[in-house]
Every structure is written in C-alpha cells, then in structure tokens.
C-alpha cells in the first residue's frame, strides 16, 4: 500500500525567503511523485512530477523537488517565496505498475507574508 | 488543466435526493479519475474509468455511489440519497493513458443541506 505524509499542515514564510514543503512517501513499488497547487475554489494544477532518471526535478513557477530514495522524501523548494505562491500544496504518489491510482498528501497551505 | 469539465461547479441538495455530477475530459483524453475532498483534507481516491469501463473503484463506497464513462459523452458520477457527510468537492482528472499525467477539473462542490 502507498501512503504520503506531509509535515505541516501550514507554512508561514516571509516574502522572498526560502519556501521548504516536505512530503514522505511509502510504496513497495518505484513511485512516481507528484507535487500538486491549489488556488482557492479551484482545481489542482500539476507542479512537477519524478517518474524515472534525474532525481531532481524542475517544475513551474520556479519549484523544484529532489527525490530521495534513501530517505523516502520529494521535498518541494522554491528559493524566493512570492505572494502568489499563497495557495495549498498535495504531495502525491502513484503506482508505476499501473492501475494509475494517485494517493495524495493532507496538504501543507503555504501563507506568504509582506 | 482548463480542458478538463466539470459541471455544475457548485449543486445543493437536500437529504435523500440524488446528486448527478458530470466531468468532459481533455480532448484526446480516454481515462477518467474521480476525487473527493473534504473540508481541510486532501484528495481520496474513489474510481478510475475508461470508456465504458470501471478499471479501479476500489476507493468508491459500496452503497449509493455509482460511476459511468459511456462511449458518447461525459463521465457521470452519481449519489444517490444524499446525506450531508456527502457534502464535499469532488474533482475529475483526465488523462491521454493509464500513466500519463492527471489533468484536473475546476471541481464541484456539493452541499447537502
């Protein structure tokens, strides 16, 4: 069974600070990995994801996410916080043996202060 | 992931009605997948379709809830007799094969009065 355990319900930075999401994962499979933004009454829209190769991973709006197998960790950075970066973020993992079943994370929601 | 439907975006129904929710993938798109959130949680699983198949239902519950992907047309998620622990937004992801990236819809959010 695969399971995502994001550390921190909420997240405070200040504007133009480092943004560090953290998101653990279990799968007895390789996992795909996904990181997944949330605007308000909106849907979710698809940050990055890792399926095989590169470990670190460059997504939109500057996010990147290093996986890291040994530590079963896809943290989402982001140098320089932006106020519109304030949204809530899903951590997901899905099963690479098919049955595309995606797991998602409780959500971290990012707050950006001035 | 504007080119994932859903319809309507916001339905209220009262206790014991049914609920119809619709989702028109990406064109292109031949697999469909079925999220609910509740209130200040992440998204569950509930079913993955493909026209005219039901491949994964394993996260929809056994009683009132029923989901179809016909040859024409939308995907149809139904409740019926709602009760108000169904309130919730339910989201459609597509997707162009069974492991390639979900695309979502804005959602619909149910309220069950």
């Known amino acids: 069974a695969q399971s995502v355990t994001q550390l921190g319900s909420h997240v405070s930075v200040s504007e133009g600070a480092l943004v560090l999401l953290r998101c653990n994962y279990s799968?007895?499979?390789?996992?795909?990995l996904f990181w997944y933004v949330q605007y308000p009454n909106q849907g979710l829209q698809l940050l990055l994801k890792?399926?095989?190769?590169?470990?670190l991973v460059k997504g939109i709006n500057g996010f990147e996410a290093e996986f890291k197998k040994s530590e079963t960790s896809f943290h989402l950075t982001k140098p320089s916080a932006h106020m519109s970066d304030a949204a809530e973020y899903f951590c997901?993992?899905?099963?690479?043996?098919?049955?595309?079943?995606?797991?998602f994370g409780a959500g971290t929601r990012l707050f950006v202060k001035a | 992931n504007a080119g994932v439907m859903q319809n309507p975006r916001h339905l209220v129904r009262r206790r014991g009605q049914e609920a119809r929710l619709r989702c028109s993938p990406m064109?292109?798109?031949?697999?469909v997948y079925w999220y609910r959130q509740l209130p200040e949680e992440g998204l569950k699983f509930m079913v993955y379709?493909?026209?005219?198949?039901?491949?994964?239902e394993s996260g929809m519950p056994k009683e009132r809830f029923s989901a179809e992907f016909p040859k024409e047309g939308p995907s149809i998620l139904r409740i019926q007799q709602v009760v108000r622990g169904d309130s919730a937004a339910y989201f459609c992801?597509?997707?162009?094969?069974?492991?390639?990236?979900?695309?979502f819809g804005p959602g619909t959010r149910l309220t069950v009065l």
């Open positions: 992801a597509s997707s162009q094969g069974g492991t390639d990236t979900q695309y």
């Open positions: 799968s007895s499979v390789p996992p795909y």
């Open positions: 890792y399926t095989t190769g590169a470990t």
């Open positions: 997901a993992v899905s099963d690479t043996t098919g049955g595309f079943k995606t797991i």
């Open positions: 064109k292109g798109h031949s697999h």
């Open positions: 379709l493909q026209k005219e198949n039901i491949i994964d």
